[in-house]
């Protein structure tokens, strides 16, 4: 069966400090990756999406970059934090035109 | 811009009665999907509705879409203080690659 990892759960970061949040899938080939911030108490703004290895499409400007080393990984990233980082980050997979998996989030406090 | 978007933006009933929760969208899509997140976690999908459906039932959930005004609704019947959260609903979009855009939600609470 399909699995998603995402890690860590949480994270404390300073201004300034860089980022990566990891994310495997196990089970499946060739899936569409996502990766999404939620504001507290707001939906999902997509951030990211990855339909191949390398291939990265991002939704918004912002101060994250990702990238898909392998088939089933997919990383976050920073170079350096802002406080407006600060959120609730879920990643996510389906295969074409079906339903999507999430993993069980990252919350990052920017501090 | 977000694709779908939900209303009511929350919604508050007493446990037994039913719930009803809209979303509009605003591009031609492939098919629809519900997902409930309890608070702080992900999502978990309910229920997918292709573009040529009209209708779909899972258990307590029945799903409607309709392709011409580009909405659907999410009906919960006979709710329970447990199917208190948020419920998002989302389109596959063609660009380059099917992607899944996800709405604002609405926020449900059920009370015993």
């Known amino acids: 069966s399909q699995t998603i990892h995402q890690w860590p759960a949480t994270l404390v970061q300073p201004v300034g400090s860089p980022l990566s949040l990891e994310c495997t899938v196990e089970?499946?080939?060739?899936?569409?990756l996502y990766w999404y911030r939620q504001a507290a108490g707001r939906g999902l703004q997509l951030l990211f999406y990855?339909?191949?290895?390398?291939?990265i499409s991002s939704e918004v400007p912002q101060n994250l970059s990702a990238s898909r080393p392998q088939d089933r990984q997919f990383i976050l990233s920073s170079k350096k934090l802002l406080l407006s980082d600060s959120g609730f980050y879920l990643c996510a997979w389906n295969n074409r035109a079906t339903e999507a998996f999430f993993g069980q989030g990252t919350r990052l406090t920017v501090v | 811009s977000q694709q779908g978007e939900e209303d009511p933006q929350a919604l508050s009933i007493q446990e037994g009665e039913n719930a009803t929760m809209n979303c509009s969208y605003k591009?031609?899509?492939?098919?629809l999907q519900w997902y409930r997140q309890n608070s702080g976690r992900g999502l978990v999908h309910l229920i997918l509705i292709r573009s040529n459906e009209r209708e779909k039932h899972s258990g307590r959930l029945r799903v409607t879409l309709d392709t011409s005004k580009k909405s659907s609704s999410l009906l919960i019947t006979a709710s329970r203080a447990a199917d208190t959260a948020s419920y998002f609903c989302a389109t596959d979009a063609y660009g380059g690659g099917f992607k899944t855009i996800f709405g604002a939600g609405t926020r449900l609470f059920v009370k015993a």
């Open positions: 990855s339909v191949g290895i390398g291939q």
């Open positions: 089970g499946t080939s060739n899936p569409n």
């Open positions: 591009t031609s899509i492939n098919n």
